[in-house]
Antibody
Framework: EVQLVESGGGLVQPGGSLRLSCAAS????????MNWVRQAPGKGLEWVSY????????YYADSVKGRFTISRDNAKNSLYLQMNNLRAEDTAVYYC???????????WGQGTLVTVSS | QSALTQPASVSGSPGQSITISCTGT?????????VSWYQQHPGKAPKLMIY???KRPSGVSNRFSGSKSGNTASLTISGLQAEDEADYYC???????????FGGGTKLTVL
C-alpha cells in the first residue's frame, strides 16, 4: 500500500524557516518524481514544487521561487521542502504527492499545516 | 499563470447526473491531454478521480467520467450518491517550468 506521511509543520513567525519532510513507503520511491502542493485555509490547491526521481530536474512555482528548496533522499525514501523567509501567504496545508506522468499526484499524503504568524 | 475556471458550486439529487466544467487556455487545458480531477472531502487529502482527460485510476467508480473540448474540460458524475458530496478540483499540465495549474474548485451538493 502506497503511503506518504508529511511532518514538520507548525507555527512560525514571518521571515522564519521551516523544513517539511515526507516519508514514503509501499512503492519504489527512487523511481518516481514527486510534488509538493499546498492549500491555504478555505482555498484551492496550488502546485508548489517538483523534483524528478534522480533530483536532476527541479521546478518551483513563481510564488516560492528563491525562498523554497525541494530535495529528496532516495536512500531514506524521503522528500523534503526547506522553506525560508516565510510570509503570511505561505500559511497552508502542505501535501506531498507522487507524480504520475503529467498528473501532479496519484497518491497524496494527509498534509501538514504551516502557519506563518506573529 | 491564472487558475483554471470552475463553477463555485453545483448540485443534484441522488441518481441524477451532473457535469462540472473547467476552462483554461491553449497553454494548459487546450494544449495537453493532461487534465486531471480530484475529489476532496472536508479535512481530507485530495483523491485522484480522473487523469489524462478521461482515464480512471483503479478503484474509482465508472460513474465518474471525463472529457475535453478545446480549452474546456468536464467531469461528469452519473447516478449521484450522497458520498459524492465533496469539493472537486480540475488540474492541467501547463508545460515544463510552469508545470501544473489548478482550478478554483467546485462544491458539489447532493440534495
Amino acid at each position: 500500500e502506497v503511503q506518504l506521511v508529511e511532518s514538520g509543520g507548525g507555527l512560525v513567525q514571518p521571515g522564519g524557516s521551516l523544513r517539511l519532510s515526507c516519508a514514503a513507503s509501499g512503492f519504489t520511491f527512487s523511481s518516481y518524481s514527486m510534488n509538493w502542493v499546498r492549500q491555504a485555509p478555505g482555498k484551492g490547491l496550488e502546485w508548489v514544487s517538483y523534483i524528478s526521481s534522480s533530483s536532476s530536474t527541479i521546478y518551483y512555482a513563481d510564488s516560492v521561487k528563491g525562498r523554497f528548496t525541494i530535495s529528496r533522499d532516495n536512500a531514506k525514501n524521503s522528500l523534503y521542502l526547506q522553506m525560508n523567509n516565510l510570509r503570511a501567504e505561505d500559511t497552508a496545508v502542505y501535501y506531498c504527492a507522487r507524480v504520475l506522468l503529467r498528473t501532479p499526484g496519484d497518491y497524496w499524503g494527509q498534509g501538514t499545516l504551516v502557519t506563518v504568524s506573529s | 499563470q491564472s487558475a483554471l475556471t470552475q463553477p463555485a458550486s453545483v448540485s443534484g439529487s441522488p441518481g441524477q447526473s451532473i457535469t462540472i466544467s473547467c476552462t483554461g487556455t491553449s497553454s494548459d487545458v487546450g494544449g495537453y491531454n493532461s487534465v486531471s480531477w480530484y475529489q476532496q472531502h472536508p479535512g481530507k487529502a485530495p483523491k485522484l478521480m480522473i487523469y489524462d482527460v478521461n482515464k480512471r485510476p483503479s478503484g474509482v467508480s465508472n460513474r465518474f467520467s471525463g472529457s475535453k473540448s478545446g480549452n474546456t474540460a468536464s467531469l461528469t458524475i452519473s447516478g449521484l450518491q450522497a458520498e459524492d458530496e465533496a469539493d472537486y478540483y480540475c488540474c492541467s499540465y501547463a508545460g515544463s517550468s510552469l508545470n501544473w495549474v489548478f482550478g478554483g474548485g467546485t462544491k458539489l451538493t447532493v440534495l
